[in-house]
Nanobody
Framework: QVQLVESGGGLAQPGGSLRLSCAASGFTLDPYSVGWFRQAPGKEREGVSCISATGDTTYHADSVKGRFIVSRDNAKNTVNLQMNSLKPEDTAVYYC?????????????WGAGVAYWGKGTLVTVSS
């Protein structure tokens, strides 16, 4: 069964850190760009961080630049999102998605080429 499963969400204090993981089962992530998106209550889903299939190109939204780091471990078939200096406005359901040959910036900004979504993991940043 083809699945993308996010994990690592939870409650964090402002200024704290969380590490999200996106694990693929039933297929390998190697050929795909992978993106992290989030949707806060009452807001549209937005691209957060995206990484190319080779891992040599990444894109981070301005709102998370310098705080979030996306990486991939193809040997473990996972993509991770290290989230530091968390803010209450980072509270959202975080989704990972796989994409095709579009530039990762386009994937994050417009959802270009997104082919499959995970079900999401909730991140809550609150004191």
């Amino acid at each position: 069964q083809v699945q993308l499963v996010e994990s690592g969400g939870g409650l964090a204090q402002p200024g704290g850190s969380l590490r999200l993981s996106c694990a693929a089962s039933g297929f390998t992530l190697d050929p795909y760009s992978v993106g992290w998106f989030r949707q806060a209550p009452g807001k549209e889903r937005e691209g957060v961080s995206c990484i190319s299939a080779t891992g040599d190109t990444t894109y981070h939204a301005d709102s998370v630049k310098g705080r979030f780091i996306v990486s991939r471990d193809n040997a473990k078939n996972t993509v991770n999102l290290q989230m530091n200096s968390l803010k209450p406005e980072d509270t959202a359901v975080y989704y990972c998605a796989i994409g095709g040959a579009h530039p990762v910036q386009d994937m994050c900004l417009w959802g270009a080429g997104v082919a499959y979504w995970g079900k999401g993991t909730l991140v809550t940043v609150s004191s």
